[in-house]
């Protein structure tokens, strides 16, 4: 298909960092988009309980995979991404899809200090002074972008990664990774406003954003098939 095509991308927001911008070279042909229903609300007697009642918003996700390739970024690409994808293949784009599963707060001297403090006392087999570890943090807030009608933050739940083409040193020039990302949850939205305020209402705005459009979209629908199945009503 030719001229412009919009492509998906996702968007990491960390506080007090720059976003993580990760552009699809392609987009996927195909993408599995996936429900279930909320967990049944909890009630006192079953003799007064209502069996349609639940617990909150139904569970949502999105699985698919993307495809990488340097040679193509090389011809098409910018000056600085051709001599990036020259100089390290698709590498940094593989990092950027890497550093969505991990937490923020530990992205760097906290993580590193940490993991480096663990490693050296493991080796050394002593415990002495007080114990390091990895500070608790959460995970940073991801918008998963497809197009004007879907703007959802979401978290990455599974990322695998294959390697099919390399260059000379080693790096890699062609891969497909699968991921699997569920979208945040309300309960969750209230959770990341309350790590942090400002990411947790750019989360909620766009949750709201894309469920709005979904309802007026159902709404069109819904008039469009009235006349269909105004007679197939039971009055």
Known sequence: MSGFVMKGALVEYASGSLPNVIVFQYNPETMTHTWNQPEPAETAGIETSNPLAVKGMPGEG??????????????????????????????????????????TGTRQSGLIGAVSAAISSALSGTSSGPTRTVPQSVMPVTLFIWGPGRIVPVRVTGLTITEQLYDTMLNPTHAEAQLSLDVLTPAELVAASADDDMLGHLATIAYTYTLTLRQALAAANLANATESVIGMIPI
């Not at 098409?76 to 990036?84: F, I, M, R, T, V």
């Open 62 to 103: 999105f699985s698919f995979t993307i495809a990488m390739d340097a040679n193509d970024e090389i011809a098409d690409g910018s000056g600085p991404a051709a001599a990036l994808a020259g100089a390290s293949g698709i590498y940094s784009r593989l990092a950027a899809l890497e550093m969505l599963l991990y937490p």
